[in-house]
């Protein structure tokens, strides 16, 4: 069984501060994707990764992906309240195949 | 272009109705894919078709739930007969086969409350 571990669950800050968002599993993936997922809405793609140790920015948020290609961090910097949401990570092991999904991990930043 | 289309957006129904959320997924997607989200158990994925022919069916819960694909542009998910624990957040997602990745466009959702 493939799982993708996320941790950590819930996590609360002030604006501002930073913070990292880890996933972590026993297998290799051919890519890794994080979504972001607001209330009411369906998760939105912010990003892939498919080359081990590939570390991607978009803005504030740093993306790497690990060197055997089984786990991959999200990190904010002076995370805002925009940031707020529901933060997916899925692996994929090729293209027409599904993804498998960690559990999530909720993001609150208090202005 | 469009992303893809859920309707409806939201639906009441009370037990033993019969329930279909609809599907449009983005043009030129070769996979679709059926979600279901709660708080106690996150997203879970329901069934996947390549090309309209399903592919993984094994997270359809029971015999209640049944889906179908007859064009490249339209899915349908049906529960029959509705029960109050199939309340939930359904997603539709579609995605391209773009060499190496597996990259899922997800619909806005339909929330479902069963009475």
């Known amino acids: 069984t493939q799982l993708l571990e996320q941790s950590p669950q819930f996590l609360s800050i002030q604006e501002g501060e930073n913070l990292t968002v880890y996933c972590n599993s026993s297998s290799v993936f051919s890519s890794l994707q994080w979504y972001r997922q607001e209330p009411g809405e369906g998760p939105v793609l912010l990003v892939t990764?498919?080359?081990?140790?590939e570390v991607k920015k978009l803005k504030r948020l740093t993306f790497q992906f690990g060197d055997a290609r089984k786990d991959s961090s999200l990190h904010i910097t002076a995370a805002q309240p925009g940031d707020t949401g529901l933060y997916l990570c899925a692996g994929g092991k090729a293209a027409g195949n599904k993804l498998t999904f960690g559990g999530g991990t909720r993001v609150l930043v208090k202005p | 272009d469009a992303g893809v289309i859920q309707s409806p957006r939201h639906e009441v129904t009370e037990m033993g109705q019969e329930v279909t959320l609809r599907c449009k997924p983005i043009s030129g997607h070769n996979s679709l894919f059926w979600y279901r989200q709660t708080m106690m158990r996150g997203l879970e994925l329901l069934i996947y078709f390549n090309n309209n022919v399903p592919i993984d069916d094994s997270g359809m819960p029971e015999d209640r739930f049944s889906a179908k694909m007859p064009n490249a542009s339209f899915s349908t998910l049906k529960i029959q007969p509705s029960e109050p624990r199939d309340s939930a957040v359904y997603f539709c997602a579609s995605s391209p086969w773009t060499s190496g990745r597996d990259e899922q466009f997800f619909g806005p959702g339909t929330r479902l409350t069963v009475l």
């Open positions: 990764v498919v080359t081990g140790g």
